[in-house]
T-cell receptor, first 113, second 114 residues
Framework: EPEVTQTPSHQVTQMGQEVILRCVPI?????FYWYRQILGQKVEFLVS????????KSEIFDDQFSVERPDGSNFTLKIRSTKLEDSAMYFC???????????FGDGTRLSIL | AQSVSQHNHHVILSEAASLELGCNYS??????LFWYVQYPGQHLQLLLK??????LVKGIKGFEAEFIKSKFSFNLRKPSVQWSDTAEYFC????????????FGKGTTLSVSS
């Protein structure tokens, strides 16, 4: 079964640094998403991406965050000037057109020191 | 704004016991409903989904869920749990439109003892 793959599995970064989280969605999927889960809290939606542009974003997804599909396979989340509270598990997901469910990757655990 | 409530934070059952996990959502429009499961060390996996039609939906591994529109509920059930069902279970809702955000509940941890 095709999978969403995320790298790295764990990223440790100093506060104030920039970090890029990478995802390879399922190849024929059209919609791409980022979610995060702070330890002990619920999974929260960050952003969705379709046709090379952001289609929806949450209040969390402020100017500190950006997404990009730099080529035909990767989907990245960039976090600038990281803060301690950005420490979380970040999940990438993708879905096909129409009423199709989202498929999730294993996540990247981001630790800000 | 949409929201999802899962009533049980941690459920502990013995093998062969029946399971029901509660989920209520808040949204005025047409929704898609989902249950995802996360086994220890693994990614979120879809258990079952409801988009339209028969409100009783069957998913993988013997799970089912019933959509009761009047109660804004989508409870998950399994008649007889197994030790391998130990995992975290998430209820989620999205607008009835392709590519929209999933709004998750806080999750329920299920521990099944053998």
């Amino acid at each position: 079964e095709p999978e969403v793959t995320q790298t790295p599995s764990h990223q440790v970064t100093q506060m104030g640094q920039e970090v890029i989280l990478r995802c390879v969605p399922i190849s024929n999927h059209l919609y791409f998403y980022w979610y995060r889960q702070i330890l002990g809290q619920k999974v929260e939606f960050l952003v969705s991406f379709y046709n090379n542009e952001i289609s929806e974003k949450s209040e969390i997804f402020d100017d500190q965050f950006s997404v990009e599909r730099p080529d035909g396979s990767n989907f990245t989340l960039k976090i600038r000037s990281t803060k301690l509270e950005d420490s979380a598990m970040y999940f990438c997901a993708s879905s096909d057109a129409g009423d199709q469910p989202q498929h999730f990757g294993d996540g990247t655990r981001l630790s800000i020191l | 704004a949409q929201s999802v409530s899962q009533h049980n934070h941690h459920v502990i059952l013995s093998e062969a016991a029946s399971l029901e996990l509660g989920c209520n959502y808040s949204y005025g429009g047409t929704v898609n409903l989902f249950w995802y499961v996360q086994y220890p060390g693994q990614h979120l996996q879809l258990l079952l989904k409801y988009f339209s039609g028969d409100p009783l939906v069957k998913g993988i591994k013997g799970f089912e869920a019933e959509f009761i529109k009047s109660k804004f509920s989508f409870n998950l059930r399994k008649p007889s749990v197994q030790w391998s069902d130990t995992a975290e279970y998430f209820c989620a809702v999205s607008r009835h439109q392709a590519g929209t955000a999933l709004i998750f509940g806080k999750g329920t941890t299920l521990s099944v003892s053998s």
